[in-house]
């Protein structure tokens, strides 16, 4: 590894807020200018998807791999049968082994599309826990690694002293032990150096370093970074409808798409370091063009476009924008059928039979965009109501057959922000 790479790459992370503690920062530094390390990040399968609150230490394992290093993706599929007490204030509900298998797949295919498996000198590797977990014995796991730790020790770790007011069972203590094995043992086998996650993994992270020294010793280094927070204290990764996945299927990429733009100005040039690859020059002009005219909300822009390529593709950020200049100026009808599904996939839809015409003023009642008909009247002689982008200003108004989007749609608009989706069957 060059210098050069290496300077670049700790001084970017730290330029971009990403490192929240390291062992032996002088150490690393020397090691990964010297050679090309093996580095891991576990992600244990409590979901049939990741959302972006894993997208950090993806992108950290990204960045390692673009610096010439060689990532492990360890998705948990023996730790997560047990599960981490880390940053939590309750015992974790237990899934049985073939739902933790399935969502053990599924993550190891999104993983697959953040990271290169195919590059010829340093390429990703993907790994579960639960193929040397799961042949362990108890008599000797207690006695080959077990013993290695004392109760005093892990008591000490904040995610199991945390705990002890609530209480907090044997199988959730023994966590810690598990996953330090996963360090020792991607250590022996791969030759891993580095773990790296988030900064509630400290304890389970150094307990792998100490068992690591108990069990033959080596080079071995970990790395936190910092919890994502923003600036209004409300919880990252959160909208409206819930938590934002990265399968499109689960949060759709307009919505997607429409987290990031809808960023606050305190938060967006901090989450430009933490989730883009963009260059320090870029993010500082998109800071300056936020100072002098933030209202062109330039840089929220930026953020949306570039994550939501990193995480669903160009063609997503071309749907998501459309979509969005459609909303904007109320035109939807040169939406295709999958762009008017996927975005209005969280506003209210009602199914209403399919005549060869509709009464407006019934079809606003029927989708719940009026309480009663004499509201509906005011909303629409007010000139507040659109429909498929066409204002209507008269009670006696109704939809033709032939007005519906794709022969089976309205998109009904009062005021500038309510939508409903009116689907005809």
């Not at 005093?152 to 002890?164: F, G, H, I, P, T």
């Not at 209480?167 to 250590?187: N, P, V, W």
């Not at 100005?265 to 989450?271: A, E, P």
Request: proline share 3%.
């Amino acid at each position: 590894m060059s210098t050069n790479t290496v300077t670049n790459l700790l001084d970017d992370l730290e330029y971009r807020g990403l490192v929240y503690q390291m062992t032996d920062k002088e150490g690393l530094g020397k090691k990964l200018q010297n050679e090309r390390v093996v580095l891991y990040c576990g992600f244990d399968p409590t979901a049939d998807s990741l959302h972006i609150g894993s997208l950090l230490p993806i992108l950290i394992l990204r960045r390692f791999q673009l610096a010439g290093h060689i990532p492990l993706a360890l998705v948990g599929g023996g730790t997560g049968l047990i599960g981490d007490p880390s940053g939590r204030s309750s015992e974790r509900s237990l899934n049985t082994a073939d739902t933790v298998a399935s969502w053990t797949d599924s993550l190891k295919r999104q993983l697959s599309g953040f990271l290169d498996f195919d590059v010829q000198d340093n390429p990703a590797k993907l790994v579960s826990n639960y193929d040397w977990i799961a042949p362990l014995d108890v008599i000797s796991f207690l006695r080959d690694v077990g013993k290695n730790f004392t109760v005093n020790y892990m008591l000490a770790k904040d995610s199991v002293d945390s705990r002890l007011a609530n209480g907090i069972s044997f199988t959730e203590f023994s966590y810690m032990i598990l996953q330090a094995y996963d360090f020792h043992k991607l250590h022996t086998e791969h030759g891993c150096a580095l773990q790296v996650g988030g900064s509630d993994q400290w304890g389970n992270i150094t307990a792998g370093l100490d068992l690591i020294g108990k069990m033959g010793g080596g080079d071995a280094f970990g790395m936190t970074m910092p919890l994502v927070t923003k600036s209004d204290g409300k919880k990252f990764g959160k909208s409206e409808t819930g938590a934002i996945w990265l399968d499109r299927s689960k949060t759709s990429a307009y919505q997607f798409y429409q987290f990031w733009i809808n960023t606050d100005d305190n938060d967006v040039i901090k989450f430009l370091k933490y989730f883009t690859f963009l260059t320090r020059e870029q993010i500082e002009a998109l800071e300056e063009e936020l100072n002098s005219h933030p209202e062109k909300r330039t840089a929220q822009r930026e953020l949306a476009r570039e994550v939501t390529k990193l995480v669903h593709g160009s063609d997503a950020v071309v749907s998501a924008e459309k979509i969005t200049q459609a909303f904007f100026s109320g035109d939807v009808t040169q939406l295709s059928e999958s762009e008017l599904v996927e975005a209005l996939a969280d506003m209210p839809t009602t199914v209403v039979p399919a005549n060869e015409e509709s009464k407006l003023i019934d079809l606003l009642i029927q989708v719940g965009a009026a309480p009663s008909r004499r509201q509906a009247k005011q909303d629409i002689e007010s000139g507040a109501v659109s429909v498929n982008g066409q204002k209507f200003t008269s009670i006696d108004d109704v939809i033709q057959a032939e007005q519906r989007l794709h022969s089976k749609y309205a998109v009904l608009r009062r005021g500038k922000k309510n939508y409903y989706l009116a689907r005809f069957e």
